[in-house]
């Protein structure tokens, strides 16, 4: 049973930073893509960054230059580093990874941005 638990969130003020991780188990992720997404209220869910098994990374536009994602292949973790919070960064964020026969989803942790 692959799980991803989501860890990290919680209140910055806005340029603050925080540090999410996922801890994924259940199988080895060393090769298949992770990352994250986030959803405000009433909003759509949307991709803020991924990362593949090689380590390419990708960002949605909003976040580059403040965002860095990265994993541990031994310790089947990724991370996303939050620099320069703003407010409009407040959202659920959700760890995911792309492992077949399909995608799997964390339970999410809160990112409050915030003075």
């Known amino acids: 049973q692959v799980q991803l638990v989501e860890s990290g969130g919680g209140l910055a003020q806005p340029g603050g930073s925080l540090r999410l991780s996922c801890a994924a188990s259940g199988s080895s992720f060393t090769i298949y893509p992770m990352g994250w997404y986030r959803q405000a209220p009433g909003k759509q869910r949307e991709l803020v960054a991924g990362i593949t098994g090689g380590g390419r990374q990708n960002y949605v536009d909003s976040v580059k230059g403040r965002f860095t994602i990265s994993r541990d292949n031994a310790k089947n973790t990724v991370y996303l580093q939050m620099n320069s919070l703003k407010p409009e960064d407040t959202a659920v964020y959700y760890c995911?990874?792309?492992?077949?026969?399909?995608?799997?989803w964390g339970l999410g942790t809160q990112v409050t941005v915030s003075s």
């Open positions: 995911y990874t792309d492992r077949p026969p399909g995608r799997y």
